[in-house]
């Protein structure tokens, strides 16, 4: 004879094995807490016992939620997968949706290659929320989404005066205070390596350096400052027309650490004793910056602390969707290493 196939187990069976009604059975595997603990307790039990798996597409219609959250990073492959920066906030996202038992969904989009295909996606029935990262100041993405009655938390934020809610370092602060570093280091002529002007990190994290530079009564100067676009690449580039403007340098900042290695390499090249003829400071204290040679003075910022942040925020604005969102600035540190 042959033996049927076991069923997949129904919500009315769970109900019967809890030896509650439906409806509170559903309360319990929706999340409610409009149901007893004792309830909860057996339906999560019957569950367990049986094996039951809910239908995701039903409970979508009852809950009007995915449980799902997409994160868009406006960069591209070679960037998100290639820089340490996007790898840790990416494991702090996955680490508290996960906590949260939400499913993340990741979606690449450098802005010259958008098209329509992901704003058709980012709608409520596909998604719950959405985070974005690394923005320029012409991507019109969060209003749009934000149009379509979705919660948006922003990694870092678009413009200066965003109004919605983002998590970002405290990026004038960090870069104010590897200035004053290397004042204390009894540097005088100091360049920097600036980020993307059309992004708020590369002005901000500017905006710190010639802060620094006034408190100390030190020259602005443009021809001590080159802008990158975070790549090492960028960075060398950037120290080699430094260096043809203004041999008498004794000190860079830059605007990240990948930079940093890029500045450092060309250092070396020239014949450059670091940090004794040049001192060299970093942001993000990227692992890459304790195995540069010499290990990297640098800014500390937690990637994957902004990305638990910025789930977190989402949370919150979900929960709590007629509240204005708080902004949250985490802390910037200098780690001295070897370089300055």
Do not use: W
Request: charged letters at 25%; glycine letters at 8%; hydrophobic letters at 40%.
């Amino acid at each position: 004879m042959t033996r049927q196939p076991r069923t997949r187990p129904t919500l009315e069976e769970v109900a019967a094995a809890a030896g509650v009604g439906r409806g509170t059975a559903s309360r319990v595997i929706n999340g409610s807490d409009k149901v007893s603990e004792r309830a909860r307790q057996a339906v999560e039990g019957a569950i367990a016992e049986l094996g039951y798996v809910p239908n995701q597409a039903a409970r979508t219609l009852v809950t009007q939620r995915t449980d799902a959250v997409a994160l868009v990073i406006a960069e591209s492959e070679e960037r998100v997968f290639g820089e340490p920066f996007f790898a840790g906030v990416v494991r702090g996202i996955g680490t508290a949706l996960s906590d949260a038992r939400l499913q993340l969904v990741l979606l690449l989009a450098a802005s010259a290659h958008r098209n329509g295909r992901l704003d058709e996606y980012l709608t409520r029935q596909h998604v719950d929320g959405v985070l974005l990262l690394s923005l320029h100041d012409d991507d019109t993405l969060p209003e749009r989404i934000r149009s379509r009655g979705l919660p948006v938390v922003l990694g870092g934020r678009a413009t200066e005066d965003q109004a919605g809610a983002y998590v970002d370092a405290d990026n004038v602060l960090g870069a104010r205070l590897a200035v004053d570093h290397l004042v204390h280091r009894g540097r005088r002529t100091i360049a920097t390596i600036a980020g993307p002007a059309d992004m708020v990190v590369g002005r901000t994290r500017h905006e710190g350096y010639l802060a620094g530079l006034t408190a100390a009564g030190l020259e602005h100067s443009d021809d001590l400052v080159v802008h990158g676009d975070f790549s090492q690449d960028s960075g060398e580039s950037a120290m080699r027309v430094l260096l043809s403007r203004r041999p008498d340098l004794d000190a860079v900042f830059c605007a990240n650490d990948l930079m940093a290695a890029g500045a450092l390499r060309v250092l070396r090249e020239a014949g450059l004793d670091v940090p004794r003829a040049v001192s060299v400071v970093g942001f993000d204290d990227a692992p890459l910056a304790q195995s540069t040679h010499p290990p990297l003075t640098t800014v500390h910022q937690s990637p994957e602390q902004m990305g638990r942040e910025m789930v977190a925020l989402l949370l919150d604005t979900m929960r709590h969707p007629d509240e204005p969102p708080e902004p949250r600035l985490l802390e910037t540190r200098l780690v001295v290493r070897d370089s300055s």
